[in-house]
């Protein structure tokens, strides 16, 4: 639920709030969603961390009304050895952890300047025989302001329930009162686990585009976000565009964050037309110090 969607816009740094003019505004701002002008399906994938993977579909249908989109995503960590306080040197079993989310999002223009979205999230998290589940909801607006080329976005991420791990691995068997004689052994009881929040992110971005001779535009972007389980921090994004056919990008990310290994994004993207189909490939390389270097590939299908 942190980690962002679409290579455009990591390699801008994660600066995407104020620009979410594509399948990837399901994930930083919904509220840019009805500035699609065709149906979309955006496919990603992305080597995260270590052998952490997320793979995301999303989808926007245009209707007059609105716009209409879905998503799955599913973060998966490989298998690991089981251990126990009686075989910390592994069991010989593997167990696997991850978390899959499923989202559907709606968003209009209430004016030719503003438009509002909003999405809603159910979440689960899985390691090994345990689960927890949640409710999300997200919220976007994006306004274009009078200045032309500028615009404004802003949106809240994750606002929901509190989540709980629990299932059969929490149950374990012990004895009421191992002093008394008579004390009756292999009862049943719970390990108590806490409650934990939903990351809740807050974000306000502006964006710029100007238009260069010999057909080329630059795009720079910058957000400011507020999480609640972190210090503030900004993102930071450029975009050199040739012909609407050709992307090089670069950005960093969460500036002023405390300790975070994330910084430098370099990416990259070609748009190819068949018939009146648009297919944009884009990639990204992001640097995460100490954790290793991340690589994002996204396809994303317009018609």
């Known amino acids: 639920m942190k980690i962002g969607i679409g290579a455009r816009a990591l390699a801008l740094g994660g ?103 909003g999405s809603t999230k159910l979440i689960q998290e899985n390691i090994y025989n345990s689960r927890a589940t949640g409710i999300a909801i997200d919220l976007g607006t994006l306004y274009y302001t009078q ?25 374990l068997q012990t004895e009421v009162d191992p002093s008394l004689e008579s004390d009756p052994i292999n009862i049943n009881a719970n390990y108590a686990t806490d409650r934990f929040d939903l990351p809740l992110i807050f974000r306000f971005g502006l964006a710029y585009k100007k238009a260069l001779p010999n057909n080329l535009s630059l795009l720079v972007a910058a957000d400011a976000l507020h999480p609640n389980d972190n210090t503030e921090n900004i993102n930071f994004g450029t975009e050199l565009v040739f012909k ?32 009146k189909t648009y297919y944009t490939i884009d990639y990204t390389y992001a640097q995460m110090g100490l954790l290793g270097d991340q690589k994002k590939l996204t396809l994303m299908i317009s018609f």
């Open 147 to 171: 200045l032309p080329g500028l615009t404004m976005g802003m949106s809240i991420s994750n606002y929901g329930t509190k989540m709980q791990m629990s299932g059969r691995d929490m149950i």
């Open 15 to 117: 600066a995407y709030s104020a620009i979410a003019d594509d399948a990837s505004a399901l994930y930083w701002n919904p509220g840019g969603l009805s500035r699609i002008r065709k149906n979309q399906i955006l496919l990603d994938h992305y080597d995260w961390i270590l052998d952490v993977d997320l793979d995301f579909i999303g989808a926007i249908i245009t209707t007059p009304y609105g716009n209409i989109g879905a998503a799955l995503s599913y973060l998966h960590m490989g298998e690991m050895e089981v251990t126990t306080t009686h075989s910390p040197d592994g069991t010989g079993e593997k167990f696997g952890a991850g978390s899959i989310m499923a989202q559907l999002s709606f968003a209009r223009n209430l004016t030719d300047r503003f438009s509002i979205g």
């Open 244 to 275: 609407d056919f050709v992307y090089l990008r670069s950005g960093w990310e969460h500036l002023f964050q405390r300790d975070s290994e994330a910084g430098l994004t370099l990416g990259g993207g070609v748009k190819l037309t068949i018939g």
